[in-house]
């Protein structure tokens, strides 16, 4: 029997992996479930479950949404409305890729409800026109460690298996977050620049999570300047650490959390960063994230039945399939 709702489980991501700025992310196995049922009037609600909620828009200008209706409008079809439960197992806007993983929920969601039949190089370019960070799209898709090449050709990624008992330590200060504003034209997107040493260290990271034991962690102990786009008092003071056996302090992604890349003695490292925090009278949370080697491709890889409720009483009616790599 065809359902008349989708569950779409996408993997949060770290971005600027390691000081990489804008050419390295790693997905995590801490999803984003986003359950998306359709309406017949043309209206939007939301339900989320999950920290920070606070921050989460609960209406047509959550970035699920957003994706959901612009991947229907660019196949010509008129979006009949929505309830959305959205569970997220990481907080949001402190840099673990939670607009990452909204974006593709919502551009997942409609392809399996409506069955727009989106190859992958469709699927990510109309993620794209949300989410500017190709490398957290691609690691949130593929699974892995993805790291962004610079070749003769164009930009190129490289998608690296992560061993599974690698731990992603991380900080999160608790502080007031200002709302970004985001362009709601789909055309304006800001532009991220990356430079060469950019592109060497998040090859060098590559080679670490393929031959981890082989000494390519001296290749990281130099870590290049980590910056942030959010300004907390103690962020540059933690990113200026630097530890015995801690490969790499950096900001995840915009921030303001703060990734900890360590061989060893973690813990050690995870308490001088909230020190840092302390001093100021910031409130810091450590969190311990294990990697995903299936991103959402994998996790959502069969389209079910779908019918979908429409406006006239006439119902469409999808038809299952699996995704096709472009």
């Keep these: 029997m065809a359902i008349q709702s989708v569950l779409v489980r996408v993997p949060a991501t770290v971005g600027n992996f390691g000081g990489a ?23 939007v609600a939301i339900r989320y479950f999950g920290e920070h909620g ?12 957003q994706a959901l209706e612009a991947a229907l409008g660019a196949r010509g079809i008129e979006f009949p409305g929505a309830d959305f439960a959205i569970f997220s197992s990481v907080p949001v806007a402190v840099g673990l890729g939670s607009s990452t993983a909204a974006v593709l929920a919502g551009v997942i969601a409609a392809d399996q409800l409506f069955h727009l039949s989106l190859q992958e190089k469709d699927l990510l370019e109309l993620a794209a026109r949300f989410e500017n960070r ?12 993805v790291a962004s090449l610079e ?56 080679e670490f999570f393929a031959d981890p034991g082989n000494g390519h962690g001296a290749a990281l102990d130099d870590t290049l300047p980590s910056r942030c786009e959010k300004k907390v008092p103690g962020l540059e003071e933690a990113l200026a650490l630097r530890l015995p056996g801690v490969l790499s302090i950096f900001a995840c992604g915009s921030g303001p959390a703060v990734g900890i890349l360590a061989q060893s003695d973690a813990l050690a490292a995870v308490a001088a960063v909230r020190e840092c925090f302390a001093r100021h009278g910031v409130d810091s949370l450590p969190g311990r994230y294990r990697p ?30 699996s995704y096709i790599p472009a």
């Design 54 to 65: 606070e921050r989460v828009p609960r209406g047509r200008s959550n970035l699920a949404v």
């Design 292 to 321: 995903t080697n299936a991103g959402a491709r994998d996790w959502n890889a069969v389209r079910p039945d779908v019918i979908v409720p429409a406006r006239g009483g006439r119902s469409i009616s999808t038809v299952q399939s």
């Design 151 to 206: 070749e003769a050709a164009g930009p190129a990624y490289r998608r690296t298996p992560v061993a599974e008992d690698f731990a992603l330590h991380v900080v999160v200060p608790e502080t007031a977050l200002a709302k970004r504003p985001r362009h709601e034209s789909l055309g304006m997107r800001e532009t991220r620049s990356v430079d060469s040493s950019g592109h060497e260290r998040a090859a060098a990271i590559g």
């Design 134 to 145: 190709q490398d957290n799209l691609r690691a949130s898709w593929l699974g892995g460690f």
């Design 21 to 43: 700025m804008n050419c390295a992310a790693l997905a995590l196995d801490a999803p984003l479930n986003v359950k998306v049922t359709p309406r017949a009037d043309g209206e």
